[in-house]
């Protein structure tokens, strides 16, 4: 007979495993043959385990096929390399105050959430700061809604902060994430670390620079670590924090840019058309710039082609694994 479990951190060889039936956490082993190659265990993988004989150890027998994948392309090597699986959805942290908002760093953790086949939510911290003088927050939501990102509104420093520009706040946040295997990505300042804090109702603190659990010692992983924070679990991995794309393809990038791709199949040579402003029969340059609309869409191409000339600097077929 074997148990359901889920990795929470690895080191080499062995594994800590939250049992789904007892939620104990256990140390096993794996079989060999679940240690190579690009479909090596990691974080957040369901396994089946087998219990110890006397004074022996659990034992990793099988793995369960994964929903998606954390992962990274290495063109040098060409290879892929899996940071950790399962995710149930990326929040994207921006802050409302200071640091100013980025709008084109958003759209940099869009392609990653597209094309790891990750859900995104965009939350908009630190609202007990924002200038609305300094950027519209209701049109940087709505420019997202053609790729169904959800939006949050919050203040991390003040959990009853209650939304004035969009319909859903902290509580909806919380609700949202309850049951859910969540990854939370967003450059310095943003607050990630009190918006983890205030999620996790103190269960989760920021512990000498990094991510650690409350009476809990400190833990040397190799990948990335599950943090059990109540209501949702987090994962913490620091080979995520780089928000390069230069291992991405030009197919890729396309694929990640949904809207850019429907959009650009309206132009009267979709095949062929560069998007440029003086393109003939170009869809994109008959926008009006007067338009809120027009110019939310004529954003998302800036992107596009901020982000294309990115990974035109490595050819393609580097990339491939």
């Not at 998606?68 to 040098?76: D, E, G, K, S």
């Not at 939510?121 to 700061?129: A, T």
């Not at 599950?226 to 991405?248: H, K, N, Q, W, Y």
């Amino acid at each position: 007979m074997t148990i359901r479990a889920r990795i929470f951190r690895s080191s080499k060889r062995h594994f800590d495993c939250q049992r789904e039936d007892t939620k104990e956490v256990v140390q096993a082993t794996a079989l060999a043959m679940l240690l190579k190659g690009e479909d090596h265990l990691v974080v957040g993988d369901w396994v089946d385990l087998s219990p110890p004989p006397t004074g022996g150890e659990w034992k990793i027998e099988s793995t369960e096929e994964r929903k998606n994948a954390i992962f990274r392309n290495l063109p040098r090597e060409q290879k892929k390399k899996v940071i950790a699986a399962n995710v149930d959805v990326m929040i994207v942290v921006m802050s409302a105050g200071k640091p100013s908002y980025k709008r084109g760093l958003v759209d940099r953790y869009l392609v990653r959430s597209d094309f790891w086949n990750v859900p995104a939510y965009v939350v908009f911290n630190k609202m007990d700061m924002h200038d609305p003088t300094e950027f519209d927050l209701a049109y940087e939501a709505d420019r997202l809604k053609w790729l169904n990102v959800k939006c949050f509104e919050v203040s991390a420093e003040d959990p009853t902060y209650q939304p004035r520009f969009l319909s859903a706040g902290f509580e909806e946040l919380h609700r949202d994430l309850r049951g859910k295997t969540t990854i939370l990505l967003g450059h310095s300042g943003v607050g990630k670390s009190r918006l983890i804090t205030a999620l996790s109702r103190g269960r989760v603190e920021l512990l000498s620079g990094e991510l650690g659990k409350i009476g809990k010692g400190a833990h040397t992983t190799t990948w990335a670590e599950l943090i059990d924070a109540e209501d949702f679990t987090l994962i913490d991995s620091p080979g995520v924090r780089s928000m390069s794309l230069g291992d991405l393809t030009r197919q890729d990038l396309l694929y990640c840019f949904s809207d850019i791709n429907e959009w650009s199949s309206r132009c009267r040579f979709s095949s062929s058309c560069q998007h440029d402003s003086n393109s003939k029969g170009c869809f994109f340059g008959e926008l009006d710039q007067m338009k809120r609309e027009d110019l939310m869409i004529l954003s998302r191409l800036d992107s596009y082609k901020r982000i294309l000339d990115e990974v035109s600097n490595i050819p393609d077929w580097q990339k491939k694994s």
